[in-house]
């Protein structure tokens, strides 16, 4: 009975031995070929830079990311493929929020969520944005949209809105602590 024990002591080993190794191999090829911030950061060396796309006369679309952000990852094989369909036709920009010479674009497009994409026609003038991570669908619809110089489906739109004219009233007292209700006087 020791050599049957014996036996299947060394084939266990020999078992786990070879799982082990599988593992270690699997895992070292999924490290050094698909990093989500290496991806990342591949498709930001290869984004058009803001100041060219703010001139060349073509849409844009402006990706705010971070590498950390793990819809910005899940997103990036999308976008590669998206960059491959529009790329003759769009500009894409991708600024990283960690990189702190793009505070200025970060105050002025309001970026308090990621990843934040900001549309831009051919002039640079943000036209609408969406916060999130987002089905390739709905980029593709919205990409679509601003080629066509349509309204985009999937956004919330940019720009300027108009004061409230109010005539023959008196200008309201707020309290924060009201929650938006009058204050009578």
Known sequence: MTDTNSGQNKLKGLVIGLVAIALAVSLALGIKFQPPAAT?????????PL???LDNGRPTLMEF???WCTSCQA???DLRQIKQTYGDRLNFVML?????KWLPEVLKYRVDGIPHFVFLDETGEAIAETIGEQPRSILEADLNA????NDLPYTYDQGQVSKLDRP???PRQSD???HGAQVKS
């Open 51 to 53: 100041t060219v796309a």
């Open 75 to 77: 997103m990036a094989p």
């Open 40 to 48: 990342l950061e591949a498709q930001a060396a290869e984004a058009v």
């Open 146 to 149: 601003l080629l066509a110089h």
């Open 168 to 170: 023959n009233q008196k």
């Open 96 to 100: 990283n929020v960690d990189n702190g």
């Open 176 to 178: 924060p602590r009201s």
């Open 65 to 67: 990311y971070a590498d």
